[in-house]
């Protein structure tokens, strides 16, 4: 799918109160360390509808029993923080994330997510959320787990997080659910489409990534 033809469907509120991802990583920064951004290896959110209630991030920790230190996000405050004794054993274990190469928020990774499966006729009730890299140096990847009613996989599709791009889909069920998702009307019909294309919507995003880490916004700055 061309990017140009792939539209994000921005919400009249923040995802009904719930934190994005970026949103979540950034209440990390305030309030523990940004040095702490630095090493995150995943961010991942379960039961969107779009967003989850509660943000999880892994970061590197060498200090940390299993080598990584776990931290939940909630509605703009870190709701926990703990080491956990297992090591970490996700894909692309331990590799660090670049935000330089982070312009699609979790908002836009839905968008695009929600575009596949209604081109496929899919139906969905919620999404499962992960963002990581698979090798070092990559730009990390999103990967959007669709979820019928009863919390089964009806497919995942995976957005390149620095250019949103579809980088793979797979459905696993070609009939519709009860999903509301994939017939126009969104969650029980409150979600309306509005705004602007990826390409702008990723030109925010990196903005604020920007003015997140520099002080300073440049990128999309509108002209005088």
Same mark, same amino acid.
């Given at each position: 799918?061309?990017?140009?033809?792939?539209?994000?469907?921005?919400?009249?509120?923040?995802?009904?109160?719930?934190?994005?991802?970026?949103?979540?990583?950034?209440?990390?920064?305030?309030?523990?360390?940004?040095?702490?951004?630095?090493?995150?290896?995943?961010?991942?959110?379960?039961?969107?509808?779009?967003?989850?209630?509660?943000?999880?991030?892994?970061?590197?920790?060498?200090?940390?029993?299993?080598?990584?230190?776990?931290?939940?996000?909630?509605?703009?405050?870190?709701?926990?923080?703990?080491?956990?004794?297992?090591?970490?054993?996700?894909?692309?274990?331990?590799?660090?994330?670049?935000?330089?190469?982070?312009?699609?928020? +979790?908002?836009?990774?839905?968008? #695009?997510? @929600? =575009?596949?499966?209604?081109? &496929? $006729?899919? %139906?969905?009730?919620?999404?499962?959320?992960?963002?990581?890299?698979?090798?070092?140096?990559?730009?990390?990847?999103?990967?959007?787990?669709?979820?019928?009613?009863?919390?089964?996989?009806?497919?995942?599709?995976?957005?390149?997080?620095?250019?949103?791009?579809?980088? +793979?889909?797979?459905?696993?069920? #070609?009939? @519709? =659910?009860?999903?509301?998702? &994939? $017939?126009? %009307?969104?969650?029980?019909?409150?979600?309306?489409?509005?705004?602007?294309?990826?390409?702008?919507?990723?030109?925010?995003?990196?903005?604020?990534?920007?003015?997140?880490?520099?002080?300073?916004?440049?990128?999309?700055?509108?002209?005088?």
């Amino acid at each position: 799918m061309k990017l140009a033809l792939i539209f994000v469907f921005l919400l009249p509120w923040i995802s009904f109160g719930r934190d994005t991802a970026y949103q979540a990583l950034r209440t990390i920064g305030s309030e523990r360390s940004q040095g702490l951004l630095q090493n995150v290896i995943e961010v991942k959110g379960r039961n969107g509808t779009p967003q989850p209630l509660v943000w999880t991030i892994l970061i590197n920790d060498p200090l940390a029993r299993g080598g990584v230190r776990e931290i939940e996000v909630s509605n703009g405050h870190v709701t926990s923080e703990r080491t956990p004794i297992k090591t970490y054993s996700g894909q692309g274990d331990g590799i660090a994330l670049n935000f330089q190469k982070l312009n699609l928020d +979790s908002q836009g990774a839905f968008a #695009v997510a @929600e =575009t596949e499966a209604r081109n &496929a $006729k899919i %139906g969905f009730f919620s999404v499962d959320f992960d963002l990581r890299c698979q090798e070092a140096g990559a730009a990390p990847i999103w990967i959007v787990q669709l979820l019928d009613d009863q919390q089964h996989s009806v497919g995942n599709v995976h957005v390149a997080a620095d250019t949103g791009a579809v980088v +793979s889909t797979t459905f696993t069920k #070609v009939v @519709e =659910t009860k999903s509301e998702w &994939a $017939k126009g %009307g969104g969650l029980n019909g409150r979600v309306k489409r509005f705004g602007s294309a990826v390409g702008q919507s990723m030109k925010q995003a990196a903005g604020a990534t920007e003015e997140f880490f520099t002080g300073e916004r440049t990128i999309d700055r509108p002209k005088p």
